[in-house]
């Protein structure tokens, strides 16, 4: 097998690209700020480097050789690459937008809510919320980073961990005081309301949370049921039973009163996630929504353990 051919230099392509382009030393020294007896030796020497001729000199101008229509093709192409990477890596600022696929339930009830704060600070980012349980391919889809319940092991992607998370049954405060749930037992004088598919990522199960505190003699069949995780939280809210929420979703409910936690118990029930390609964690936008999520992540973190004093 015969030793790769040495490149020429990147300054010698230029030279020729300009020249096949305009099929004239005199026009490819006027737009490279050359004489044309510069440009023609460049080429002169670029050919003896290769060792074959890539242009007929003619009387009035010149033809690429067959090796040299090949040649150009391939440079014409890498130069039109190169273009392009330079003008999206100039073009990437902090203004723009920035495309964010989120689980529908946590951009309800956790992302919305905190965004206001990265507007102040990022007034010229216009956000686009994506709400979508479906993992992007950060191509088609034009997504740019994602708040995920799912780990993924592909290496192509940077994956950060955000919390853990936990379940736990909510009541509203204002059905507390009719049904004064004390015991799991007191359920019977109200309804469960569920996740309409308890077994789907980011939703909740009575059964796996009975069965995880040891409690096989609470009955979970029959009460209402809902397509969202929020849309159970907010039939809570509204009086209509006793939800099983996460408490990512919940938190805020309960920290304003709305809602409230009549046992002691919590389940673990995950973790959250912040995910991109690798590549894009150097743009600006990207960089600064990993920054700022990764701080709203601590405060929720720190607010768990003060409201549910709980150990994280």
Not at 50 to 57: A, D, N, T, V
Not at 104 to 112: E, G, N, R
Not at 178 to 191: A, G, I, K
Request: with cysteine; proline share 5%; aromatic share 8%.
């Amino acid at each position: 097998m015969s030793a790769p051919h040495r490149l020429p230099s990147l300054e010698a392509l230029r030279y020729f690209e300009v020249a096949a382009r305009y099929a004239s030393f005199t026009h490819a020294s006027q737009e490279l700020c050359l004489t044309q007896s510069a440009v023609s030796q460049k080429i002169l020497a670029l050919e003896a480097h290769l060792g074959y001729p890539l242009f007929i000199r003619m009387s009035r101008g010149l033809r690429l050789t067959d090796k040299g229509q090949c040649l150009f093709a391939g440079v014409s192409g890498a130069f039109n690459l190169l273009r392009d990477t330079m003008s999206t890596m100039q073009d990437e600022r902090i203004e723009g937008t920035l495309k964010i696929r989120v689980m529908p339930s946590f951009a309800t009830k956790w992302l919305l809510p905190r965004l206001p704060r990265f507007s102040a600070i990022y007034p010229h980012v216009r956000l686009l919320i994506d709400a979508d349980l479906m993992q992007p391919n950060y191509k088609g889809d034009e997504v740019d980073v994602a708040v995920s319940c799912e780990w993924t092991d592909n290496a192509r992607l940077m994956q950060r961990h955000l919390f853990d998370d936990v379940s736990y049954p909510v009541i509203s405060t204002e059905l507390q005081k009719t049904v004064n749930l004390q015991e799991y037992t007191d359920l019977v004088r109200t309804q469960l309301l569920h996740d309409s598919m308890p077994n789907a990522n980011y939703s909740t199960n009575w059964d796996a949370f009975f069965t995880k505190i040891g409690r096989y003699d609470i009955v979970t069949s029959g009460g209402s049921a809902f397509s969202r995780a929020d849309l159970v939280i907010q039939a809570a809210c509204a009086g209509h039973g006793v939800s099983l929420a996460r408490h990512s979703l919940c938190a805020q409910d309960v920290a304003d009163g709305r809602l409230l936690k009549p046992f002691p118990d919590a389940m673990e029930e995950g973790s959250v996630y912040l995910v991109c390609p690798q590549e894009y964690c150097e743009r600006p936008r990207v960089a600064a929504f990993i920054a700022w999520l990764s701080e709203e992540a601590v405060t929720h973190i720190n607010s768990q353990q003060t409201l549910l004093e709980i150990p994280i």
